[in-house]
Nanobody, 123 residues
Framework: QVQLVESGGGLVQAGGSLRLSCAAS????????MNWYRQAPGKQRVLVAV???????NYADSVKGRFTISRDNAKNTVYLQMNNLKPEDTAVYYC?????????????????WGQGTQVTVSS
C-alpha cells in the first residue's frame, strides 16, 4: 500500500511560482511512475505531468515550458515546479502513483492517489 501526501499549494498572483511536493510512503518509491493531475471546479481531472520510474517526463500542452516535474528517490518525493502561473491553472492538484507487479498470472497494475492540494492563481 502506498500513501501519498501533497503539500505546497496556496494562493499566488498570476506570473508567480509555486512548488508542489508529494511525499510517498509504503512500497518501493523508485519503482513507481509518478504523475500530477489537476481538477478545476466543474471540470474533469486531467493529467498535467508524468515522470516514469526511469526518469522520463511528459507534460500536458497547457503547461509545457512552465511546469517541471522531478523526483528525489532518496526522499521518496516527487515535485511539481510551477512557474509563470496563470488563472487557468487554478485547480486542486493531485499526486498519483502507479506501480506494476509481475505475478504468475500476469502483470498487475496498482494506482494510488493523494488527497489533493489547492492552487489558486489570482489575476
Amino acid at each position: 500500500q502506498v500513501q501519498l501526501v501533497e503539500s505546497g499549494g496556496g494562493l499566488v498572483q498570476a506570473g508567480g511560482s509555486l512548488r508542489l511536493s508529494c511525499a510517498a510512503s509504503g512500497g518501493i518509491f523508485s519503482g513507481n511512475d509518478m504523475n500530477w493531475y489537476r481538477q478545476a471546479p466543474g471540470k474533469q481531472r486531467v493529467l498535467v505531468a508524468v515522470i516514469t520510474s526511469g526518469g522520463s517526463t511528459n507534460y500536458a500542452d497547457s503547461v509545457k515550458g512552465r511546469f517541471t516535474i522531478s523526483r528525489d528517490n532518496a526522499k521518496n518525493t516527487v515535485y511539481l515546479q510551477m512557474n509563470n502561473l496563470k488563472p487557468e491553472d487554478t485547480a486542486v492538484y493531485y499526486c498519483n502513483a502507479i506501480r506494476y507487479q509481475e505475478t504468475v498470472v500476469g502483470r498487475r497494475r496498482y494506482e494510488y492517489w493523494g488527497q489533493g492540494t489547492q492552487v489558486t492563481v489570482s489575476s
